[in-house]
Nanobody, 126 residues
Framework: QVQLVESGGGLVQAGGSLRLSCAAS????????MGWFRQAPGKEREFVAA????????YYAASKKGRFTISRDNAKNTVYLQMNSLKAEDTALYYCAAREAYNSGWYTTPGAYDYWGQGTQVTVSS
């Protein structure tokens, strides 16, 4: 049974930074793509970034590139999302997601992922 547990959210002032963590367990993830999504109140869940566990290659939503960095630690089975220069509009519930990668493409829609964490709240005060 795949389990994803996010942590690291909280309240931060605009311009500040946070690092979210996603601890993954339940199987070997070497063939998986891990993604970060976020959902603000009243809005749809949106893609933030993804990483291939085996190679470490990454892909970002265009609007997130530059301020957000996704990475993984194989030894800890953990994926991270480093968020810098945070803005009030980054306020959302952030989710970690996982799926097996069957091709070389990237998966950027929520429906493409099979496993989800419970989310961690990020609130940015202006």
């Amino acid at each position: 049974q795949v389990q994803l547990v996010e942590s690291g959210g909280g309240l931060v002032q605009a311009g500040g930074s946070l690092r979210l963590s996603c601890a993954a367990s339940g199987r070997t993830f070497s063939s998986y793509v891990m993604g970060w999504f976020r959902q603000a109140p009243g809005k749809e869940r949106e893609f933030v970034a993804a990483i291939r566990w085996s190679s470490g290659s990454t892909y970002y939503a265009a609007s997130k590139k530059g301020r957000f960095t996704i990475s993984r630690d194989n030894a800890k089975n953990t994926v991270y999302l480093q968020m810098n220069s945070l803005k009030a509009e980054d306020t959302a519930l952030y989710y970690c997601a996982a799926r097996e990668a069957y091709n070389s493409g990237w998966y950027t829609t929520p429906g493409a992922y099979d496993y989800w964490g419970q989310g961690t709240q990020v609130t940015v005060s202006s």
